[in-house]
């Protein structure tokens, strides 16, 4: 009798363990994982925009301050970056008329994009091609840019830029709504 008690002791000890183990082994993932909470896009989408596996980091508004979602990619020594500012403003016709201004006459209307949504060039000062979209959704001012390192990056054409900005401010508008 003794040793069936024993026994039913260690197989319940065991299951215990296992348990446990399982647990752990599922924390596992979450736990290795840096934290991207964006909410109006995941790595996945921006690693497509990006031409490849995308990293982001999130920052909440503060007073003065957007919220601020950022996602880098490197590849063979070039990084690309897409950020994505939002911020609730009280006037947000006269604010966007005032971002405009960064576009001057490159800027071209992004159509079914919330309220008032524009597209430019938006190229890095070292060369690189970059793309930026404004728009406001409500009481919320949205800016967007996709920028690369490499002067003529051919995952970043001007044709491929244009598209994915587009794609990229789709997404974040709806999601604003």
């Known amino acids: 009798m003794a040793t069936v008690s024993k026994n039913m002791k260690l197989r319940a000890l065991s299951e215990k363990r296992f348990v ?4 752990g082994l599922l924390m596992l993932p979450s736990a290795a994982k840096a934290a991207n909470d964006c909410p109006w896009l995941n790595e996945a989408t921006a690693g497509g925009l990006l031409g490849a596996d995308a990293v ?3 920052t909440k508004a503060t007073p003065g301050q957007p919220a601020v979602c950022m996602f880098t990619s490197e590849e063979q020594g070039v990084r690309r970056t897409l950020r994505i500012t939002v911020e609730v403003v009280p ?4 604010r966007l008329a005032h971002e405009e201004q960064v576009c001057g006459s490159d800027a071209a209307p992004l159509k079914a994009i919330g309220n008032e949504a524009i597209g430019c060039a938006a190229d890095d000062r070292k060369g690189g091609p970059g793309e930026r979209a404004l728009g ?3 009481d ?5 840019s996709i ?3 490499l002067k003529n990056d051919p995952s970043l054409t001007r044709d491929a830029l244009t598209a994915k900005i587009y794609t990229a401010a789709e997404q974040v508008a709806g ?3």
């Open 20 to 23: 446990l183990l399982a647990l």
């Open 56 to 58: 982001g980091t999130f």
């Open 91 to 94: 006037d947000t016709h006269q």
């Open 136 to 138: 406001r959704v409500r």
């Open 140 to 144: 919320q001012l949205f800016t967007i």
């Open 147 to 149: 920028l690369s390192t």
């Open 175 to 177: 999601n604003l709504f």
